[in-house]
């Protein structure tokens, strides 16, 4: 019996002696008037790396959301429009605040929020929109905040998965009202857990600093006296101190995403019934999960493609299932793209470390799968 081949991971972060020295002196020292030292520095360095004027780090993306949802107000009766397909962390924080969250469909082709969707479904009663880059992907942003315009409605990025993305040289997260961040173990930059709030209004900017603080204001002078019930979401400083190494690695962090990214267009261009991860002249993608979806003529399916990952034992992500076809929503099939194209999709293995061969592996999977589905393809030769 053949011995099984080592298991690809579908992604799991880069740590170096950098990350572990930083992490350690944040746990021997970072305590009394260092507590915040390496917090400081890394909400500092974010700042500048992005472009904007503020940023606040938190425990989680989705905190970072609750919060800035719950700065501009948004509550019981009002409605947030975002993407059908999203991660909940999405749509939680606009549940948790009482309002509305009002799912809309997507596009084909970059499988982000559909502008003309947005618009079609702007009430009275809408207060933000939301626009997740998935994947990486980018949402065109220039619709979206014309759109913001003309309507005075506040855009929200959700950057979860974009750091490294930008938009005809604007930083994915720096160009809505408010920008958040996961720094999710899975992400490209990683603190464990943890996320972060930008913004260059300065409002804005007080308004949550002092939520994130339990509702104290900075400029209050008595100790231990909140303005208002705020919230806890902060940031460890030891978490921090894996940021900040993280941080100076950037370049080379969402460089080697992209090239992972590069390699498997190169290795899967012979077929045109496979798609890979968008990328529009003047923007770049951040290519934090690749995902191949495949053209519904030749019939591979979600099931069938974590079938194969599974049996040559590679860690495969399915793409995410509409939001409304969870149970806590009403579902609505007429977004029809955000329901199709899970059907035939899978997220392909980018963990910062993998080799050409073991990028070989994940491919030639897919490779076969059409193969098996059709003869009409060529099939490349194997690579040496």
């Avoid at 938190?58 to 948004?74: E, Q, V």
């Avoid at 963990?351 to 099939?379: G, K």
Wanted: hydrophobic residues 40%.
């Amino acid at each position: 019996m053949s011995e099984k081949p080592a298991r690809i991971s579908y992604t799991r972060p880069s740590i170096t002696e950098r990350e572990v020295a930083y992490a350690t002196d944040a746990a021997a020292n970072g305590w009394g008037e260092r507590c915040y030292d390496y917090i400081n520095r890394f909400e500092d360095g974010f700042r500048a790396y992005l472009g904007v004027d503020h940023a606040i780090a938190t425990s989680s993306c989705t905190g970072a959301m609750h919060m800035g949802l719950a700065a501009l107000g948004i509550g019981s009766g009002d409605e947030v429009i975002l993407a059908d397909t999203n991660w909940i962390a999405t749509a939680a924080p606009i549940a948790h605040l009482g309002a509305t969250p009002v799912f809309v469909d997507i596009l084909p082709d970059s499988w982000c929020i559909d502008p003309a969707e947005v618009e079609r479904h702007i009430t009275p009663k809408t207060k933000a929109i939301i626009a997740t880059h998935i994947y990486g992907n980018l949402c065109d942003m220039d619709r979206l905040l014309e759109i913001s315009r003309r309507h005075g409605i506040a855009i929200v990025e959700d950057a979860a998965e974009a750091i490294g993305s930008s938009w005809h040289g604007r930083r994915a997260g720096s160009m809505g009202l408010f920008g958040t961040f996961s720094f999710h173990g899975t992400k490209t930059l990683t603190t464990g857990e943890g996320g972060m709030f930008v913004t260059s209004d300065a409002a804005l900017f007080e308004k949550v600093l002092t939520l994130s603080n339990h509702g104290r204001a900075r400029n209050q002078k008595k100790q231990f006296w909140p303005d208002e019930v705020g919230f806890k979401y902060k940031m460890s400083n030891i978490q921090a101190a894996l940021g900040c190494a993280q941080l100076e690695r950037i370049k080379d962090l969402t460089t080697r995403k992209r090239e992972i990214l590069a390699t498997y267009a190169e290795k899967l261009k012979a077929y045109q019934s496979i798609s890979l991860n968008p990328q529009r002249a003047g923007t770049v993608n951040g290519a934090w999960m690749p995902t191949a979806v495949f053209d519904p003529a030749i019939g591979i399916s979600r099931e069938m493609l974590q079938q194969a990952f599974s049996a040559a034992n590679i860690d495969a992500r399915v793409f995410f299932h509409p939001l409304t076809s969870l149970p806590m929503f009403t579902e609505r099939r007429e977004n029809r793209h955000a329901y199709d194209i899970p059907e035939r999709a899978i997220n392909l293995p980018s963990y910062h470390d993998m080799t050409e061969d073991e990028i070989d592996r994940v491919a030639r999977i897919v490779i076969d799968l059409v193969h098996s589905r059709t003869a009409a393809e060529p099939r490349p030769a194997k690579s040496a």
